[in-house]
């Protein structure tokens, strides 16, 4: 299957599970809006997809969390077969993704440096671009362009070309 094929796919799977979410699971113990579904990583053959899945609070609540979700697997999948045209329905694997935690640490870490005076505030910022002019008086001059510039086999271009002798 094409790259591009399978990214649209996981685009839909995630798109169909992030809204069946808060449709699926009605326990009074799950709250939906502490879990965030961010990839969906479909096998080329669609028989299998992983889905990542970033849990706020502590790791206990996270791992009952996920407990959940994998519970519903099945639930979550008879859905996605109803609502996705797709000539095979993947298996639905719910996995833990800790990478936005991991972000947030490392956040944490370099805004601890800046606040010691380790490496400066603005080291990560780019370097300043020129400022675009706003006025056309503030435009740089340059040459005007020869009205007849006549074009040379060698690329260069002639402002006044020679005088033929069939000329006038």
Not at 35 to 54: F, M, Q, Y
Not at 128 to 157: C, K, Q
């Amino acid at each position: 299957m094409k790259p591009s094929r399978i990214t649209r796919v996981n685009e839909v799977i995630h798109r169909e599970l992030a809204t069946q979410l808060y449709r699926v699971i009605q326990q009074s113990d799950f709250d939906p809006a502490r879990v965030t579904i961010t990839h969906v990583i479909t096998a080329v053959d669609l028989r299998t997809a992983r889905v990542l899945v970033s849990i706020r609070g502590t790791p206990a609540e996270q791992e009952a969390s996920l407990r959940i979700l994998r519970a519903n697997r099945a639930e979550f999948q008879r859905v996605l077969s109803a609502n996705v045209p797709l000539r095979y329905t993947p298996r639905i694997q719910f996995v833990l993704d800790d990478s936005i935690a991991e972000g947030d640490h490392v956040l944490q870490l370099i805004n601890g440096l800046q606040a010691d005076g380790t490496i400066p505030a603005d080291a990560d910022l780019p370097p300043e671009t020129p400022p675009v002019p706003a006025e056309p008086d503030e435009l740089p001059d340059s040459p005007p362009a020869a009205p007849f510039a006549a074009f040379d086999p060698l690329g260069n271009l002639d402002p006044f070309p020679p005088a033929t002798p069939d000329s006038p």
